[in-house]
């Protein structure tokens, strides 16, 4: 894998520490004191547990006293969490129509937008105007309150529809089981 050092820190433990006196911290992150590394050492030693250097540039270096095995687990499962929190907010999906659209096809977008919910993906909705349908703007205005109609039960307006050149665009988010809970 390249580029895994910045997700995968280095820590040095025990013997790979050579910075004297360094500030020692235990397993429950109670501040020891400022020991040489020699007495840090015999500390781990006595404990059964390792000195692991969580930040080196400090002055004196931090070390914590701590099994290794259990901090690397626990730096993976902070590391899997902070991942869920960044896929749960759901990508952006697009959808883009024209004021004049056929029924079967509005439909067919409908159902694509369904899709998009169920998997917690944020809706981007795009009327485009084509040539002189641009002065009709109304059409466009109407067919877009159609669809927040017929989508309300899942998706609610993240603001105002805006007209931005030729397109008028809406954002929608997914309605969270909380919010449905209430309505």
Do not use: H
């Amino acid at each position: 894998m390249r580029n895994s050092w910045y997700k995968n820190p280095f820590y040095r433990v025990n013997w790979q520490i050579r910075v004297s006196p360094i500030r020692l911290i235990d397993a429950q992150g109670k501040q020891l004191g400022v020991f040489p590394l020699e007495k840090a050492r015999e500390i781990a030693k006595n404990q059964s547990l390792d000195l692991v250097e969580i930040a080196p540039k400090a002055k004196p270096p931090v070390v914590k006293l701590i099994d290794y095995a259990k901090f690397k687990y626990q730096e993976e499962k902070k590391r899997r969490q902070e991942r869920k929190k960044q896929k749960s907010g759901g990508e952006i999906k697009e959808i883009r129509l024209t004021p004049f659209i056929g029924e079967a096809d509005l439909r067919n977008k409908l159902e694509r937008a369904k899709e998009f919910a169920q998997k917690n993906n944020k809706l981007k909705i795009v009327i485009k105007f084509i040539g002189r349908q641009i002065t009709k703007k109304e059409f466009g205005y109407q067919t877009l309150e159609r669809i927040k109609k017929d989508l309300a039960d899942i998706y609610k307006p993240e603001e105002q529809p805006k007209l931005i050149g030729n397109r008028i665009i809406l954002l929608m988010q997914p309605i969270s089981k909380n919010e449905k809970e209430k309505i």
